[in-house]
């Protein structure tokens, strides 16, 4: 590594490096610590993200400026693979926390804020191979966070990837303690841990923008993401898939008064194996009250639990808009299961989801949730049953579209919506389109519904508002073309502070 020299990359004194400094890291692989003449090398050495300092990865040499580095190509690899025998691709990068061998570092990269918060800045590194594999019960950095330990940090990681890590306990990739820090465009893969594989964050609340989980796998709950103790992330046009837990949860657990805000995400495949609270994708529990908004839930399973692709629990009321449910599979509530809460589902679509009982959605425990302006069309469970109430169960349905009908709600209709495949049709996630004819155009209410649709198209389009997460335009949908909505301007510009931010 190398303070900016003005061309190239040479050594680098990180400790001498003073604040507002750049060092620029050519492509190969780095390790915290070296063994020695007979001496291993230090399991408890990383490196330290110093407050003020930028370090960028990804050069060859003979670059003037970082716009001239290609970091995908020239991969920058900081690895806890201190002995080099892990098993590892062509550029040294260990691909899933299974290819660790021997005694790694217990963790890689770190970043500690004392009087004031850590702002360092990473960008264009692979973090792999570290190993929280501490075996007595001891906390901190030697059982979390393999990858990426943080604490009292507010530093920002942009194009950074964290394959094949491991920890003990929680956060293999990332594990966050007090801390605010921003990730844009990074990657999360094939790492292992209990809790919070990609990430775990506890009373720190994180922005994410544009990142990837996939292939993920923790032994209990969230294999992605894990949100404890207040903390509430902002989640921005992130992707998880794949990623799988032997208990609850295939992706996303809020866990004690989080209220993480999601938006523009898709989730697909990620599965809940053997828990009883299910959520193949999204699990709240205790009290978390996140917002999710404009993201599309399709092919993930509970395989033993309920929820295919959300489970709200424990007076937890979610609100939820313009999301849609599509081939999502559960023991019962194959698109959602409300426990003991109560949510509010708006302008959702569930289609095609299936479940032993309550195709759908499922409600138990008490608690009332408010389902307004929603299809639910061919979902396969209990016969005449897309929305399954237990008696205790209080739900409030009203401008729905729901197959066979619904008893005890207001404005029901049970005409066929004339749903399209679930394909791309505009904004960031996919979407059900309403065809001609569909029985959800002009019938829906705008008393609470958001005033564009999941694709950021400007709501009502007709003379009313559509129900479901589309909103069918008579100019360009009836005739089978795609004008581009006022509404994606809209849905751009909200994410222009958070792209700027990560744009240096």
């Not at 590194?125 to 943080?150: L, V």
Request: hydrophobic residues 30%; proline residues 5%.
């Amino acid at each position: 590594m190398s303070p900016r020299p003005g061309r190239g990359c040479g050594t680098a004194r990180p400790g001498r490096t003073p604040a507002g400094s750049e060092i620029w890291v050519a492509k190969g692989t780095y390790r915290p610590s070296l063994p020695g003449a007979g001496v291993p090398a230090n399991r408890e050495a990383s490196f330290a993200l110093k407050s003020g300092v930028t370090l960028y990865g990804g050069f060859v040499g003979g670059e003037t400026n970082t716009r001239q580095r290609d970091f995908r190509k020239n991969v920058t690899v900081l690895t806890g693979d201190l002995a080099g025998d892990d098993t590892v691709n062509g550029d040294g990068v260990t691909e899933t926390a299974a290819g660790i061998k021997g005694q790694n570092s217990y963790t890689v990269v770190s970043s500690f804020g004392a009087a004031a918060p850590n702002t360092g800045i990473l960008d264009g590194f692979t973090i792999t191979g570290g190993s929280a594999d501490f075996p007595e019960n001891i906390g901190g950095s030697k059982r979390n966070g393999g990858a990426m330990y943080n604490t009292g940090s507010n530093a920002v990681i942009r194009n950074c990837s964290f394959i094949g890590n491991f920890a003990e306990w929680s956060g293999a990739a990332v594990y966050n303690v007090s801390s605010s820090l921003r990730f844009g465009y990074c990657v999360f893969s094939g790492n292992k841990s209990r809790t919070g594989a990609g990430m775990y964050n506890q009373a720190s609340s994180p922005e994410l923008v544009s990142c990837t989980f996939s292939g993920n796998k923790v032994l209990a709950d969230a294999a992605a993401i894990h949100n404890y103790d207040g903390s509430s992330p902002t989640i921005s046009g992130c992707t998880f898939t794949g990623n799988e837990a032997e208990r609850d949860v295939g992706a996303i657990a809020n866990v004690d008064h989080c209220s993480p805000v999601i938006i523009n995400c898709t989730f697909s495949g990620n599965i809940s194996k053997k828990g009883i609270w299910g959520g193949g994708a999204i699990g709240n529990s205790g009290n978390c009250n996140p917002e999710i908004t404009n993201c599309t839930f399709e092919g993930n399973a509970a395989e033993e639990g309920p929820g295919g692709a959300i489970t709200n629990a424990a007076s937890s009321s979610a609100k939820i808009a313009n999301c849609t449910f599509s081939g999502n599979s559960a023991v019962t509530g194959g698109g959602m299961f409300n426990f003991n809460c109560s949510p509010s589902i708006v302008n959702c679509t569930f289609a095609g989801n299936t479940a032993n009982s309550a195709g759908g959605m499922r409600n138990s425990g008490g608690g009332a949730p408010v389902v307004k302006n929603c299809i639910f069309w061919n979902n396969a469970g209990q016969e005449g049953k897309e929305i399954l109430n237990d008696t205790d169960a209080m739900p409030v349905v009203s401008y729905c579209v729901v197959r066979y009908g619904y008893t005890g709600g207001t404005s029901i209709f049970t005409g066929n919506p004339n749903l399209g495949t679930l394909k791309d049709n505009g904004g960031y996630t996919k979407t059900h389109a309403l065809l001609l004819g569909s029985s959800a155009i002009d019938k829906g209410t705008s008393a609470g519904a958001p005033s564009s649709d999941q694709r950021g198209y400007p709501r009502p389009q007709g003379s009313a508002y559509d129900i479901g997460s589309y909103e069918f335009a008579p100019s360009s949908d009836s005739s089978g073309c795609s004008a581009l909505s006022p509404g994606g301007m809209t849905a751009v510009l909200l994410l222009a502070p958070l792209l700027l931010l990560f744009g240096k």
